[in-house]
């Protein structure tokens, strides 16, 4: 999936709570897009297994969510959101495609790494491949809530994501054609 998508994932499961508790609002929209990017900063590691905890990262979300609760500040309501954001990115990677960039001709059986077993997680597709217009239409989807819930420059942010997302799911299948052999 898009990193669009996995930050209006995050921003998704954090809008009903920044309702209930707009004081909180920017700090909760802050913790979850930041964790929803985080995962892929592996991208020049070992992409989808260094920081991606599709199984342990539960072990770490649910205790911040608790400490959340009882304790509500924005410390622990921005961990809390990046917590679960960085959690469900992992997670979810196991319902799209492996990380190829050219799954027509390339296809990887690897979709996500569980430390807790050691093994590779298969890629489940049902969301085909990163931009694809299933993809796309997440996003979109997922993007609703936030929009509805965060204002300012939330909103600004959301649309511009929302304008990425469409850009690159538009040019996707082209992206192969236009990427040169080493950087695959
Ligand atoms: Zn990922």
Request: glycine share 8%.
């Amino acid at each position: 999936m898009m990193a669009t998508t996995h930050v209006f994932a995050g921003l998704a499961v954090v809008a009903p709570i920044a309702y209930l508790v707009p004081e909180f609002a920017a700090t909760l929209a802050i913790g979850s897009i930041l964790g929803g990017l985080a995962p892929d900063f592996d991208l020049v590691l070992a992409h989808r297994r260094t920081l991606h905890f599709p199984v342990a990262g539960l072990a770490v979300a649910v205790p911040a969510v608790v400490l959340a609760t009882v304790a509500p500040s924005s410390l622990t309501l921005a961990l809390a959101a990046f917590a679960v954001a960085a959690w469900l990115h992992a997670a979810s990677d196991s319902i799209g495609g492996g990380p190829e960039m050219d799954p027509w001709n390339d296809r990887s059986e690897r979709a996500v790494y569980d430390h807790v077993r050691g093994r590779w997680i298969r890629p489940r597709r049902w969301i085909r491949y990163d931009g694809a217009p299933e993809d796309a239409a997440l996003a979109i989807a997922l993007a609703i809530p936030a929009l509805l819930v965060f204002d300012g420059r939330f909103t600004a942010v959301i649309v511009g994501g929302v304008t990425v997302s469409l850009v690159y799911a538009l040019c996707r299948r082209r992206l192969v054609a236009w990427t040169p052999d080493w950087l695959e």
